[in-house]
Structure formats: C-alpha cells, structure tokens
C-alpha cells in the first residue's frame, strides 16, 4: 500500500531517487565542478540544512556530510576547484563550507536575505558574487569581512547566473542587469524585459561557435521563457516560448512558474523545471521541445546538470505556489537523477 | 506537356485525392482536416503556415500534413485549395479520372507509392489509406482523433463537414473550452503584441494564439499595480496574487525565520557597506510591499471574482491531491484568502526583524577569529589590489 504510493505518483519518470533526501524543500541544487574526479551533489534547504552526496556511476548516492545555515538556504555554489561549497541563506549571510575539514566560516553578509551566490574565476582574481533582498550585488573576497566591491540594484534580486565573463541578474522589478566580469565586475547594460510577469530564473548560453556567453534564458512564473541575445544579429533572434502549462477538462488553463532553468553543459539545449511538476527539455536553436516528464504529484524546484552533461539532477517539494495553506509537511522531498544525455542532444536537420 | 486538358474536372484535395463539389468546400476540408493544429486545433491556411505555427506556438516540429497520403504529405508545399499543386500532380489526376489507369503509363517517374495512392480518389481503400493517418514520427495526431475519417464514404464525409463549417460560429460557444483560441481576450492582443512577441514571422498563427492566454485584464504596460493574478478568462496563474517571489513570500512564515544568532556582532572594522540602519531598510521594504499588497489583493479579487465564479464551476480537480485540501482549490488565487490573513500580520514583522539586525550591526558580520590572516585593516588591505 504505502510502497506504491512512493513507486507510481513520487516518480514517474521512473529515475533514481537520492537518498536521504532534504527534510523540506529544496531551494538550491548543483554539481560538483570538472576539477574533482568524483562526481558530487549539494542541495541546499529550507530546512536550513546543505547537504552533500557522492554520486557514483551507477547512480548510487551515498550521503557525504551537511551542514546548518541560522535560515533557510536560498542558494549554493562551488568554488571552481571542487573543495568548497558557499551557502548563501535568508539569514543574510554566506557561509563557505569547507568540505575537507567540514569547517565553515562566514565569507559574506549583506542586510536582507541574500537570494544567490555564484564562484567566480577569472584569470586574474577569483571572488564570490552574492545578490541580495536588499538590493544590492557584492564580491567577495573570501578572506575579508568586507566586500570588495558592491553594486546597486534596481531593485531585490530574484536570480542570478554567472559564467565568466558574464553574469546576470534579474531582479524584482523585472530587470535584468548585465556584467561583464572581465578585469573588473561592471555593470554592462540593463536589459528591458521579454516577459510581462516576475522573474523566477535566469541561465546563460553560449554561442556555438566561441563558446562565449552570448546570451540567457529567463523564466518567468507565467510559464514562459525568454531567450534572449546579448547583442543579437537579428531581432528576431530573441524570441519567448510557453511551457509548464496545463490543460484543464473544463478547458481551464493552469500557467505554473518556471522554477529553474539550466543549459545542458555539452549540447548547449536547455532543461526548465515548473510548479506543474515536470521538467521538459529544449532545443533553443531549432525552437522546439525535445521532452517533456510526465507530472509528478509535487512542483519541481530546482534542477542541475554535471559537468559533462551525463546526469540531469532535479528536486521536488512544494514551492510555495498555491500558499502556505497547501504546504503539507508530511509530503516527502525528493531529488531524482536521469540520464540525460541523449535526451538532450539538439534536434539533427 | 499536356497541361492543358482543363476538363471541367471538379477541385479535389492534393493531400487525400478526395473530390468536392466546391473549392470553397475544397478549402473548409483542407482546413479542418489537414491544416488543423492538433494541439488548439487552431485551422491554418496551409502546410507551411501550419508547421511555422505548431514550431512558434507550441514548440513542435510537424513533419508531416496531417492526414495526407502517403507520398502527399509534404508540408513543405504551399497548397490552398486548388492552388500550388504540382502540375504534375494535377496531370496524373486528370489522367487517372479519364483514361484510368492510361495515364500512369507515360509518367513513370511517379513513386510506386503513389500509384497505390491514387485508388483512393476513386473509392475509398482502406487499406491504402491507413498509413497516411500515423503522420509525423512526434506523433502529434492521435489516430484517435480522426477515427477513421479516411474510410468514410462520400455521404459521411458531409456529415463531418457540416459543423466543421460553422467552426467560426461555434467559438463563442466555447470560449472556456479552447482556451488558445478564445476570444475574450482577444481585445488586449495589440498591446500585448508590440511589446512582447518578439519574434513572430508568422503573425497569423503567433498571434492569434499568443494574446488568449496573456490577455490581461489590466492594461498590461501599466504594472502599477504588482499582481501576479491577471490572466485571460481562460487561464490563471498558479502563484499568490501578490507580485513578490516564492521565497520571499515563504519566508514570512514563522517557521523560516532564521535563528537569532549566538554570537553577539564583534565590534571590528565597520564595512562602510553594511548600513547600521538595516532594521529601518527593511521597515522600508516590507511597509512598501504591505502597502501594495493591500491595494493589490483588493484589486485582484474583484478582477478576479466573477471569472473566479464561472470558473469554479468549469473547475476540474486538484492538481496536487495529496497536499491540496479540496476546498482551497475552488477559489482561483489560492492565495488570496492568505494573503488577507497576512496583512494584519505584516506589522509584526517591522517589530520583530528590529530584533534581529542586531547581529549585523557595525562589523557584525564576522565574528573575529575567523579569518586565519585576522582582519582589520589587513582584510581591507588584501583585497583591494585585486581588481586594480
């Protein structure tokens, strides 16, 4: 009785639930860095909680270690050579994680919650970019308490990615600011935004060619992404497409937001996760979907690809969108692993 | 070559070989059975405009014109009616409706297949035409749906026909059920388009589709009023009507406060960054989004109100049976009930974070010791040269 539930509705999709998952919702979820041989998961939490896995190629985990933030973990990053975890948590602070010797230490702080933190490394510095509720983006040096630098936002930050040398911010407002990271962090340009509704997520591509950032993917929680050009060729290179949405019988339909999105390392195709509970995959070029999940019972939250591209990781767990009346604490959170290379190879024509 | 021929031969169907009286009745049954969108059962007016619009709208590749023949079903040519067949094609019609099978002697080039096609013009051959009803390898029309249209025999085929042709009639009807294609919202259309459409070749079909489900019902350059709750009447947004993230939103609970932290701050270097005056900052924030959240839910449920009442009706279950308690479904904005309940709460919070910044009060930051190089001057001193 209680085993078919967790077999046929926790996962359709059939893929590799990691054990001992989160004990409430996970807000922050990524990969270990190409730098480390074995291949590492890290979860942040709103149970306050960073967890640790070692994912072994048969897709066994094995739980590595965890450590307390003072409040709900908001989002993780690693540092580029694979020893470190930073946790960026609602109790303003960003604390490094050194996994080594399990010891942390507080590396950033700002006045509000801080929404993200991202390692950057450029050729000639290294420093950690965290954005924050209070309207603030800062880098850090992680050795002083204070930051090197500290930039206005339009408003509070929703999202943030990073991939030197260009970062990206979305913010409350419906911004969505660009840095360059080269020498220097400096603001670029704010872009107007594609999309009518709040900013949930934002991911950067590359061009095909010069792997260079060249571009982002923003999700927004009326079920629709932007893809969007730094400096487009054509204007309508830019474009937005829907997703995460559902057909009701009463022809009623149900727009869910889109909690994360992430481009596929190797591909350069892109995966979205939404509140409707699936994830889909993309291919931004050929403007076509390559696959769609079937719906789980709860919202997915967050999702990540390894380094090489090979495991598609996402969590479940309830993302606050129907209010906390809907919060169930008894419901179960899961992080599934998929093989998903082949899935998301582009479309061939 | 014998183009000519032009025997009063009545408009018949590249794609299914199947003749009508009319071209107008021609052009309604190209329509409704090999232009039609399988997902909002949209109806384009050609192969091509039907693939631009399932790859813009819905993201998907249509390979093949739906219910076509076979060797027909190139959706690549730009066929209306009687128009934009291949004269070769129209040849070999000719052929096979005088000559029989004469005609297919000369023209050899013709793929076999083809010559199996054909008959069906004829008669109706179940067996040839089968195929032509599996079209693209995405699958995206369901046998299921055109149970057996290609077996019809001439008399059902009307039958199907007739209703087909109201089709423009009968969307009023049912605006709720075809929520792509409903009109209500249709009125907001060219706003919404110049803004956000930003790459639409196709205006007919992008368009027509785009503005069902982002018709607004407020003005939608004008986001004065932070709502996440406007929506066409036929779709709704599964979030709280209050424009303010998830976690922002979650993290109100009580249950997510952080801890109050131990460790009392450690006077040291005052970053200048770090405002002693956070509690205030805050105070700021928080009354600016009680502010518009009254303003904003009060709005929202009259908005939302009547759509909600026709709505509810219209409701199917729950998405989330296990967490969602049945009642909590009917009302759209899930979370306008809370929200109302969270006003009266928002005072606490400009009374409770006061408490906490304490922590973050001058230097707070980081306690000392932590840093293996000690900080003070030296932190300030280290990092700056990294940028210069």
Redesign the interface.
């Known amino acids: 009785m209680f085993p078919q539930l967790s077999a046929g509705?926790g996962n359709p999709n059939k893929d590799v639930e990691v054990v001992s998952p989160p004990d409430d919702t996970v807000?922050a979820l990524e990969f270990s860095p190409a730098s480390v041989p074995q291949t590492f998961l890290v979860a942040g939490s709103?149970d306050?909680k960073v967890r640790c896995w070692e994912v072994e190629a048969s897709g066994k985990t094995v739980p590595k270690a965890e450590q307390s933030m003072?409040?709900?973990v908001?989002d993780v990053a690693w540092h580029d050579d694979g020893t470190k975890v930073f946790m960026a948590?609602?109790?303003?602070?960003v604390k490094c994680w050194d996994l080594a010797s399990n010891q942390t230490?507080?590396v950033?702080?700002h006045?509000?919650?801080v929404?993200t933190c991202h390692w950057v490394k450029a050729p000639n510095?290294t420093?950690l970019m965290t954005a924050s509720?209070?309207k603030?983006l800062?880098f850090w040096?992680t050795?002083?308490?204070?930051?090197?630098?500290?930039l206005a936002l339009s408003e509070?930050c929703?999202c943030a990615a990073v991939d030197y040398p260009m970062a990206a911010v979305g913010s409350?407002d419906?911004g969505v600011a660009l840095y360059s990271l080269e020498?220097?962090?400096a603001e670029v340009k704010r872009v107007e935004s594609?999309?009518?509704?709040?900013h949930?997520c934002v991911a950067i591509f590359r061009d095909k060619k010069t792997k260079q950032p060249t571009g982002f993917a923003l999700g927004s929680?009326?079920?629709r992404v932007?893809i969007q050009y730094v400096s487009p060729t054509n204007?309508?290179?830019?474009?937005?497409?829907?997703c995460h949405?559902?057909?009701?019988?009463?022809?009623?339909?149900?727009?869910?937001?889109v909690n994360d999105v992430a481009f596929h390392p190797a591909h350069g195709t892109l995966a979205t996760v939404g509140?409707?509970?699936s994830f889909s995959f993309?291919d931004k070029d050929?403007?076509?979907?390559l696959k769609s999940s079937e719906l789980l019972?709860?919202p997915l939250t967050k999702c990540a690809f390894n380094h090489s591209g090979q495991i598609f990781a996402y969590a479940v767990g309830?993302?606050?969108?129907?209010?906390?009346?809907?919060?169930?604490s008894a419901?179960k959170n899961y992080i599934f692993l998929r093989p998903c290379f082949e899935d998301l190879k582009p479309?061939s024509t | 070559m014998g183009r000519k021929k032009k025997k009063a031969s009545k408009p018949w169907c590249w794609y299914c070989n199947r003749e009508f009286d009319d071209e107008k009745i021609l052009i309604q049954h190209q329509k409704a059975k090999h232009f039609k969108c399988h997902i909002c059962h949209k109806k384009l007016y050609t192969g091509p405009g039907l693939s631009i619009h399932c790859?813009?709208?819905?993201?998907?590749?249509i390979d093949k014109v739906p219910n076509s023949l076979p060797n027909r079903s190139n959706i690549e040519i730009e066929i209306y009616g009687m128009e934009g067949i291949p004269p070769e094609d129209v040849k070999e019609h000719e052929k096979q409706k005088t000559g029989g099978g004469k005609g297919s002697d000369s023209e050899d080039d013709e793929p076999a297949a083809k010559k199996k096609a054909t008959p069906a013009l004829l008669g109706p051959g179940p067996s040839t035409v089968s195929p032509g009803i599996l079209p693209t390898p995405m699958g995206p029309v369901p046998p299921s749906m055109y149970p057996g249209h290609m077996q019809m025999n001439p008399m059902m085929q009307h039958f199907m026909q007739a209703p087909r042709m109201m089709m423009p009639g009968m969307r009023p009807l049912?605006p709720?059920?075809?929520?792509p294609t409903s009109t209500p919202s249709k009125p907001t259309f060219p706003a919404?388009s110049n803004?956000?459409?930003?790459?639409p070749?196709t205006t007919s079909s992008a368009a027509a589709s785009e503005p069902k489900?982002?018709g607004?019902v407020k003005p939608?350059a004008a986001?004065s009023c932070p709502l996440?709750t406007a929506?066409g009447a036929?779709?709704?947004?599964?979030?709280?009507p209050e424009?303010?993230?998830?976690?922002?939103?979650?993290?109100r609970?009580s249950k997510?406060?952080?801890?109050p932290?131990p460790d009392a701050p450690a006077p040291?270097?005052a970053?200048?960054?770090?405002?002693p005056s956070?509690s205030q900052?805050?105070a700021v924030?928080y009354a600016q989004v009680a502010a518009h959240m009254s303003a904003a839910v009060a709005a929202a449920r009259q908005q939302q109100a009547a759509a909600q009442a026709q709505?509810a009706?219209?409701?199917?279950a729950p998405?989330?049976?296990?967490?969602?308690?049945p009642q909590?479904r009917v009302g759209v904005p899930?979370?306008v009930?809370?929200?109302m309940g969270m006003l009266p709460v928002m005072p606490q919070f400009n009374l409770v974070r006061p408490l906490q910044?304490g922590m973050?009060l001058p230097?707070g930051?980081?306690?000392m010791g932590?840093?293996?190089?000690g900080?003070g001057g030296m932190?300030?001193m280290?990092?700056?040269p990294?940028?210069r």
């Not at chain 1, 948590?89 to 602070?93: A, L």
């Not at chain 1, 050795?143 to 500290?150: F, G, H, P, T």
């Not at chain 1, 949405?245 to 937001?257: C, H, P, T, W």
């Not at chain 2, 009706?313 to 199917?316: D, G, I, K, P, Q």
């Open positions: 509705g807000a709103w306050s003072d409040g709900p908001l948590s609602t109790d303003k602070t230490m507080q950033a702080a006045d509000a919650s929404k510095y420093c509720w209070d603030t800062k040096d050795r002083s308490a204070a930051a090197i630098m500290s509070r929703y409350a419906r020498g220097k962090p594609p999309l009518k509704y709040q949930r929680v009326e079920g932007a204007p309508k290179d830019n474009f937005t497409f829907k949405r559902s057909q009701g019988s009463g022809g009623y339909q149900d727009i869910f937001a509140s409707d509970g993309w050929a403007r076509t979907k019972d709860q309830y993302d606050w969108s129907k209010g906390h009346e809907n919060y169930n419901k479309r | 790859m813009q709208v819905h993201k998907e590749a049912f709720a059920a075809s929520v919404y803004a956000t459409i930003s790459a070749p489900e982002n607004e939608p986001h996440v929506t036929g779709s709704k947004i599964i979030h709280p424009d303010v993230s998830l976690e922002e939103i979650r993290a609970n997510y406060r952080p801890k932290k040291s270097v970053p200048t960054m770090i405002t956070t900052a805050e924030m709505a009706a219209m409701r199917r998405m989330m049976p296990g967490v969602v308690l909590m899930v979370s009930p809370p929200v910044p973050l230097g930051v980081m306690p932590m840093f293996p190089g900080m932190g300030g280290m990092m700056q990294r940028y």
